[in-house]
């Protein structure tokens, strides 16, 4: 990690003979292995501790003096689950959540593995890991929906090159599990090749019996984090699953799986992490790590597991404890000062030697990532009246925002406009260079969203909802001439749009701007019928078969339980 000569110029520091960059004086800290508050010194060179305990260094001419006197310090938060795309990209994402104290992301690949070769994806990570903060990854297995090019693009030997980067600490999340237990002889070797190279499998088990987390186990998987109950907690734990508890926006699981834990006195603490699991902007709003630990206090958690859960168990289970999440010579400098131990949200935030926050105020944004790479979205095709053709009677109905099963469509839809009398739309699945189309019904979606246009979807290919075909049409358009994002449309006008400029699929403005255009499409979509949590999750989970029970794929509208496709694409 360290040059030599910067270990040289450390040892300096420690000799007597160079200061260090910064000196925190006064420090009650948070020490993960005693598990206890002790209170001493913290000496910084660059971006390192190289000290801390009761001694102060000999030299101190030039260093910046930090009297921590009345503060609190804890390690960097982790956010051990993320997936820093939900319509933020993981620059922003960081640079909101770092302000709150997450410092240190493990995250998912999937969009920059489907939409970039290996080659420009690790130049993108190469520069995240200039960065002032830390960026770790987890090399996906399956795409998580059915694709034309399933076996080409997720071949073992591509994966691999991933499981081999440094900042790639784990293989999954598995949500094609059903594909390993059966064989698969692809998944398995992707799996083998993980373990060996030393690091984790991570699972995806929601409602898993005990019969498939004991056959899942022998098949390499280390953790998971879909349990939904107390039950389901203790279950990973006697089968030695590492568990993270999550809480999102679509799954706010945490609060009651905490207070189970805390009223059946399991002392399990130590076991545990807690994630965010990709939730949308505006869930944010209070926080990302420190609105699971502030849950984690409010459940009884006592304060010190609950920072702990929140940092040094996630390096710990991730062999990450030379850098991260211990206040101790070698790690990295990254602190988090607190008013007291019961407030999570920093006053101070010290990130790898970098003052990101002080005294409130956030200091200057990270630095830029040129994303460039990424192709622009821009569909050089144009739909016509012909694409609107909707004569199957086979459609899709939503039981929440991200289960779905099949049902009958009985109303006329050769029509140009649907009644608003019921909850049925048209929907389709159209690619993103205008080879092919899917074409169905979807009921329990809304009840008068005219027009709908979202580039934002699992693959990257365009998702159209709506009653009228002519408002879908619009909003297509505009989502075309914007770059890219989600539109909604009525009455020959634009109601809302949220635009994703990079790729189509991520935004480029600042989390807190993302929040408020976020909030203002689904209250604007709530107004017209759209009765379920998180409209995002939905646009994203249309195509996902990781979920039951029906999906539109680009294949076609397949039944996930079946594995087969119940309605074709249409070529254009």
Known sequence: MWEQHTVKDQLQIINGKKAPDLIIINAEYLHSIYKKWVTGNIWVAGDRIVYAGEEMPAMTEGAEIVDASGKKIVSGYIEPHVHPFQLYNPRTFADYAA???????????????????????????????????????????????????????????????????????????????????????NMFASVQATKAAGKKVEGHFPGASERTLTRMKLLGVDGDHEAMTVEEVEARLLHGYAVTLRHSSIRPDLPHLLQGIVDKELNVFDHLMMTTDGSTPSFHLDGVVDKCIRVALEAGVPPIDAYLMGSYNVARYYDMTDLHGIIATGRYATLNFLEDETNPVPTDVLSKGHWLKREGQATEPFQAIDWSFVDKFAPDFNLDDKDFTFDHPLGIEMVNDVITKPYTVTIDTTVEKLADDHDESFLMLVDRNGKWRVNTLIKGFATTIQGFASSYSNTGDIILIGKDKKEMLNA???????????????????????????????????????????????????????????????????????????RITQMGLFDVLKNEVLIPVTER
Do not use: C
């Not at 059915?146 to 293989?171: F, H, M, T």
């Not at 989390?511 to 689904?522: C, D, F, G, H, S």
């Open 476 to 550: 297509f358009n505009e989502m075309k001439r914007i770059g890219g994002g989600m539109v909604l449309y009525e009455n020959g006008d634009i109601v809302a749009t949220l635009p994703l400029a990079i790729g189509g699929g991520l935004s480029v403005e600042p989390v807190e701007t993302l929040i408020t255009q976020e909030l203002a499409l689904k209250k604007a979509l709530t107004e017209r019928g759209h009765k379920h949590g998180d409209a995002v999750y939905t646009f994203l989970f249309l195509q996902s078969t990781h979920l039951p029970y029906i």
């Open 99 to 185: 302000r709150l104290g997450t410092t240190t992301f493990i995250s998912d690949n999937m969009v920059l593995f489907m939409s970039l070769d290996n080659e420009t994806s690790f130049s993108i990570l190469d520069q995240f890991n200039k960065l002032p903060f830390a960026f770790y990854w987890w090399a996906r297995f399956d795409s998580q929906t059915v694709l034309q090019n399933e076996a080409q693009l997720y071949n073992p030997a591509s994966i691999k090159q991933w499981i081999d980067r440094p900042e790639v600490l784990l293989g999954g999340e598995l949500t094609g599990w059903p594909r390993l237990m059966a064989g698969d002889p």
